[in-house]
């Protein structure tokens, strides 16, 4: 149990077009997803924390604009890479936590890379 | 603030020998910690916790962890390392009643053979 995906695992884009990821819980509701980005040999770095039904809470530096996060149910959240470019090429990772727990179940990841 | 230290970058063990990845922490009232596995290009793994209760946590795939209060600790341990086990380690702490992770830098763990 407890199985998150994501969706593209990696993704090549023009610079300047938008790209989503989508983050889903299997089989279990995700009260909570968050949703981070990792550098190359580098830690995690919290990105937001998404809600169901409620605005994302982004994390101090990160563009608000350019990172769109909607958490429309308690198994789908998106994050919508906006005008990308080549700074923004990385790895991003959601989690999802359960209400019951306070472990945080991660996703396979997605690969970004702008052109 | 909360913080996590993994001082070391990468640790090298031989096969069958004991393994043990530091990790220290820096946050105010009661932490939750946990232990992340990260093998290439995939996502994290859940390895184990502490909450509250016995200081020594037992995880997934044999690993163990024991919280220190006064030293601010939370190494992971293993008795026997595998080569299976060569991968990418995350520290993490929660303050109390916060699922926001801050997660330490990471450790690669060399296995050899």
């Known amino acids: 149990g407890a199985v998150v995906s994501q969706h593209p695992s990696w993704v090549i884009c023009k610079s300047g077009t938008s790209v989503k990821i989508e983050c889903r819980s299997l089989?279990?509701?995700?009260?909570?997803m968050f949703w981070y980005r990792q550098f190359p040999k580098q830690s995690l770095m919290l990105m937001a924390t998404s809600n169901e039904g409620s605005k994302a809470t982004y994390e101090q530096g990160v563009e608000k604009d350019k990172f769109l996060i909607n958490h429309a149910s308690l198994t789908l959240s998106t994050l919508t890479v906006t005008s990308a470019h080549p700074e923004d090429s990385s790895f991003y990772i959601c989690?999802?936590?359960?209400?019951?727990?306070?472990?945080?179940?991660f996703g396979p990841g997605t690969r970004l890379t702008v052109l | 603030a909360q913080s996590v230290a993994q001082p070391e970058d990468q640790v090298n063990v031989a096969e069958g020998n004991p393994l043990t990845v530091k990790c220290t922490y820096s946050v105010s009232g009661n932490p939750y910690l946990f232990w992340y596995v990260q093998y290439p290009n995939r996502g994290l793994q859940f390895l184990l916790k502490y909450i509250t209760g016995d200081n020594l946590v037992k995880g997934s795939y044999g690993f163990e962890a024991e919280f220190n209060k006064s030293q601010t600790s939370f190494h992971l341990k293993k008795p026997s390392a595998l080569v299976s086990d060569s991968a990418l380690y995350f520290c993490?702490?929660?303050?109390?009643?916060?699922?926001?992770?801050?997660f330490g830098k990471g450790n690669q763990v060399v296995v050899i053979p």
């Open positions: 989690s999802a936590g359960r209400e019951s727990g306070l472990e945080q179940f």
């Open positions: 089989d279990f509701q995700a009260t909570t």
């Open positions: 993490a702490v929660s303050p109390y009643g916060n699922n926001r992770l801050a």
